[in-house]
């Protein structure tokens, strides 16, 4: 049988006091609509068809153009939600329901939702959980033999019906020819004065028809974001989540609790992470590398044995065995080699440093070829603008750059060249050459006492 999805997203989300849609949230630096769509597209779903309305045009922008949407104009509410979307439920189709605000929902709880839906031939399931702290969920009342007899809305509920703590999580399988007859009967007479897709539920039971309740004791699963407090609190799960998925595949977190890893990154055996790591986006780093404490590294690849110590990397490479930082920023388009030192305060942008070259400290480097072997002193500024246009430096193998260099671009340094500390380089280097431009040292013996400036 067919399985379709339908992602209800279309809520403005008042509660979270925002300007975002609530759905546009981020958890672990991805939307919390994005993550249940990445769920649902890897559990056999053939279709997801999400329904947006508040802000629609800036969820639409967050989808991949895959993703099919459905419009609805005023939110009348869940159930309301589902009816935007009553041309795409079909006659021998299973369709399953999310809401936007759970992104802790696994495939794995999925599946067995659905397998069970279908083993037991039901007109719909709810998922639901027992809930430490149940409040402002629906509640699952169930009749004298346990089967699901309505859900009833915190808003709704008497204070007995409030101490249930089993919830509905939001989620449900339901036969889609059933939900299409069901549909068009809900009506919105409740407090909120809306349509809840939970009414179909007791519709069902009503109707005679067999509804079941599939119950998760992953209850973290299940919970959903209203207010920011809980946004937190789904944040800390999904951290825990991720972090725990690389240490099971070898890899040291020594405080997990503070340690920001997207989902989207790739961590080899053996690397430590130190607390304050922020790793996001597709990042990929090594085995057996050192990511020490408040590094930031967004979008790059980092080789093997690689040690970067509070340092920044950006959309960038760093090669097997170099060491970055204290305190070093590689800038969007930088490539490093192996064995390369990036040291104290060296800031490198869309430049390219080859294989045992080192900058150990206090450094610019910016639209930079730089060779193998070569040694950039401290205080080394790559004068690559001239107020107008960006220019390049190349620099050869095993050139030897004294300290406090001004290398005005464009320029060329030829390989085995030396530059004297203190000069400002505005034009080629010969190959094995030393080039010096600074002013001739002169003293003027006796000056001090001249001048009465002698300390008795
Ligand atoms: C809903 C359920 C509640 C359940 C809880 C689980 C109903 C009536 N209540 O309550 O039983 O315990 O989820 O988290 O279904 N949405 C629309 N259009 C609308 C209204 C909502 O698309 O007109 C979307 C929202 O964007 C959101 C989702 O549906 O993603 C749930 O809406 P929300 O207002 O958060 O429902 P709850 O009150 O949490
Ligand atoms: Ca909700």
Known sequence: MKLKAIVLA???????????????????????????????????????????????????????????????????????????????IREGTTVLVLCGDGPLITEKTLRAMIDYHRKEDLGATVLTADLPNPEDYGRIIRDAEGRLQKIVEEKDATVEEKSITEINSGIYCFDGS????????????????????????????????????????????????????????????????????????????????????????????DTVIYAGAILTGNTVIGEGCIIGQNSRIENSIIGNGVEVQSSTIINSSVGDYTTVGPYAYLRPNSSIGKHVKIGTFVEVKNSKI????????????????????????????????????????????NVFVGSNVNLIAPLIVRKDGYIACGSTITSEVPEGAL???RARQENKEGWVDKKGLLKK
């Open 354 to 397: 080859d294989s045992y070259s080192s900058a150990s400290h206090l450094s610019y480097i910016g639209d930079a070829d730089v060779g193998k072997n070569v040694n950039i002193g401290c205080g080394v500024v790559f004068v690559n603008y001239d107020g107008k246009e960006k220019n390049r430096s190349v620099i050869g193998d």
């Open 10 to 88: 279309a809520g403005e989300g008042t509660r979270m006091k925002s300007k975002l849609p609530k759905v546009l949230h981020k958890v672990c630096g991805q939307t919390m609509l994005k993550h249940i769509i990445d769920t649902v597209n890897n559990s056999d779903i053939e279709e997801c068809i999400v329904v947006v309305g508040y802000e629609a045009e800036k969820v639409k922008e967050s989808l991949s153009s895959e993703v099919k949407t459905v419009f609805q104009e005023e939110q009348l509410g869940t159930g309301h939600a589902v009816t935007m979307a009553y041309d795409n």
């Open 435 to 437: 080039a010096i431009a």
């Open 178 to 269: 059933i939900l299409r007859d069901v549909l068009p009967k809900l009506e919105n007479n409740n407090i909120q004065k809306e349509y809840y897709l939970t009414d179909v539920l007791s519709v069902m039971h009503n109707m005679g028809l067999k509804t079941g309740i599939y119950k998760t004791e992953n209850y973290e699963e299940v919970m959903a974001i209203n207010y920011r407090e809980q946004l937190a609190d789904v944040e800390a799960i999904m951290r825990k989540r991720i972090n725990g998925n690389h240490m099971k595949n070898g890899v040291t977190i020594i405080n997990p609790g503070h340690t920001y890893i997207e989902k989207t990154v790739t961590i080899g055996m």
